[in-house]
């Protein structure tokens, strides 16, 4: 049996979900799951009968580095002893059967777990073998059942890419990150004062070139001018660049070079 | 050149992103993330410069019947040439560098890639070879750098998962799966007046043992077994099933067997 202080925190991140695979026939399976629990803080691995043997070298091998899941996973004849010590059971399926559960999006499962885990309880998620899925006993056994919505022309996710995007729908539910960071939107962009500058040095040097031609001209240029320096929000050092490049090309380039073209 | 009507409609999904692949190591990386590309909607698929050779048997062998995806392949000498008709790329970073790019979420990447696409644009997803990931060179070709939220003590998302999670999200911004489906909610669940049928019945049973013992002890067990059908909220099926089991354990079932003990 697995121990109910497996269920609890390990990673630093609190507690979590425990992840059951039943009957798995890969051992490179086994492996990438392993690694794809890691990567959002699920390290309680359980394998209910393998059809693929443990231990594995295939599923060491698959695994990345995630020797913490590998080296805390057990071992369990069946998914009902597996599950055996959990509060609330969640079954992967891809095609869900005439079952009378709920059946869940990976996201809205989430939520779910979030929840639950918070209220206290142990929560697992079962996935099921590569080939057939899991099983109508199986099912029976979960509260409810958890589909990844997909393209209906091609549905192919293996056992390790649910329990990936499981495990990414569990982290996304309590990450902290900002949806958007903008480094630019803040102190670093050109003030309004620094880009009408820019454009009055660069309206100055095309009027000593005659550029315009016509005043109607000039009026219209010059507004595309201020909508297209405007809509790029040019950083404050990228606007010095640019009055740079304005000064060169008239001829003030500390070289000279087309001096004689002005 | 990938051809303009490629990042059109090809899956009957509607116009999605392009995947560009960015000198990409392992053949098998190039097929498993085909395979999660089909999956949610996503066919077109570019390499650039792939370190992996092209065509690749081990990719045709990850692909798992994702065929269309490879079919449909196009091999260029770098992201430049592979990004050249894209109005809007996201590159794909675990680890954001110094750049003054917007940093978005998998998901939020998803709800701006979806408003460009709806909008007309050609946009693209890049992703980095497995060592290494995206160079600075790269990453100064993108619109904004995307990065999955993962746990800080283990980030070790391989190429293929990445695109996995970027499909995913891709397709359940568009999704009009119900987050939650109970078929047990509606007409297939007892009525109110079923279910004190069934507990009158069961009460009336247990008064002729009498079970309760105390008129105290009656009320008190009475609200207890009423919260306890209550809660679980059962079907009508299940219900006729319940007045049989009381039926028989109370010395009325068709075998009789235990008329002897009441």
């Known amino acids: 049996m697995a121990g109910?202080?497996?269920?609890?925190?390990?990673?630093?991140?609190?507690p979590a979900p425990v992840v059951v695979l039943a009957r798995t026939q890969l051992g490179e399976n086994v492996g990438t799951a392993a690694r794809a629990m890691l990567n959002f803080g699920l390290t309680e691995l359980r394998l209910a009968a393998p059809a693929c043997g443990w231990p594995n070298t295939k599923a060491l091998a698959a695994a990345s580095g995630a020797t913490l899941v590998l080296n805390r996973l057990t071992l369990h004849d069946d998914?009902?002893?597996?599950?055996?010590?959990?509060?609330?059971?969640?079954?992967?399926?891809?095609?869900?059967?005439?079952?009378?559960?709920?059946?869940?999006?990976?996201?809205?499962a989430a939520a779910e777990m979030r929840a639950r885990v918070a209220a206290g309880a142990r929560v697992g998620l079962l996935f099921g073998p590569e080939r057939t899925g899991l099983s109508n006993d199986d099912l029976l056994l979960a509260d409810a059942i958890v589909t990844v919505p997909l393209n209906p022309g091609y549905s192919s996710l293996n056992v390790a890419q649910a329990v990936l995007l499981a495990g990414y729908e569990w982290f996304q539910a309590d990450s902290d990150t900002p949806a958007r960071i903008d480094p630019a939107a803040a102190a670093l962009r050109a003030t309004k004062g620094e880009l009408a500058d820019l454009l009055e040095h660069l309206?100055?040097?095309l009027d000593a070139v005659d550029f315009?031609?016509?005043?109607?001209?000039?009026?219209?240029?010059?507004?595309?001018?201020?909508?297209?320096?405007?809509?790029?929000?040019?950083?404050?050092s990228e606007v010095q660049l640019l009055r740079g490049v304005v000064k060169a090309l008239?001829?003030?380039g500390h070289r000279g070079r087309r001096a004689g073209r002005s």
């Open 4 to 14: 109910t202080d497996r269920a609890r925190d390990t990673s630093g991140l609190g």
């Open 79 to 108: 998914v009902t002893s597996a599950t055996a010590d959990l509060h609330y059971l969640l079954a992967t399926s891809a095609r869900p059967r005439e079952l009378i559960k709920p059946v869940l999006t990976m996201r809205e």
């Open 203 to 205: 309206v100055t040097e």
């Open 212 to 236: 315009f031609r016509t005043p109607d001209r000039r009026t219209s240029m010059v507004r595309a001018l201020k909508a297209t320096f405007g809509r790029s929000g040019p950083l404050a």
């Open 250 to 252: 008239a001829g003030g």
